[in-house]
């Protein structure tokens, strides 16, 4: 048996995302006492990682590292169609993930107890940012998908 519940997080720029407690609604809202979730994100340069999430300072050096890692506006990166962070947010996101499977305990996502489903958006989006002077870009919002199996 499957449930499936889609959700979106309004973003304001670069930074991570505590997306913990959406998760956990959504496996409330199906029921699942025992079984897998599954959380994918629909986007290129966005992510998900089960991290730390009682101390912010681990975020926080989450990005420093990623910033150093992978600089914006790096020369060896062509691909700018949205600007000088578009290849490194690619990049980014491919060293994290776009799907977590967590399992599900007594109807929750059994966590360790820091631990949280942290979505850290790689691109530098701010209010209103186009490109090509035309197309408004998907700036603000990161789309979830929680897939269940039971068992």
Do not use: K
């Amino acid at each position: 048996m499957l449930h499936q519940h889609s959700f979106e997080v309004a973003t304001s720029g670069r930074g991570t995302y505590d997306v913990t407690d959406h998760v956990q609604r959504a496996v409330a809202h199906g029921g699942v006492e025992r079984g897998l979730c599954n959380v994918f994100i629909h986007h290129t340069s966005a992510s998900l990682t089960l991290c730390e999430n009682a101390d912010p300072a681990v975020r926080r050096d989450l990005e420093t590292f990623m910033a150093r890692a992978v600089p914006d506006g790096d020369p060896m990166f062509t691909h700018t169609v949205e600007g000088p962070d578009d290849m490194s947010a690619h990049v980014r996101s491919v060293l994290t993930h776009s799907m977590l499977s967590i399992p599900v305990v007594d109807g929750r996502c059994a966590l360790g107890t820091w631990q949280g489903v942290i979505s850290p958006p790689t691109h530098d989006y701010g209010p209103g940012r186009v490109s090509d002077g035309s197309r408004q870009l998907r700036q603000s919002r990161a789309h979830y998908r929680v897939l269940q199996r039971y068992w």
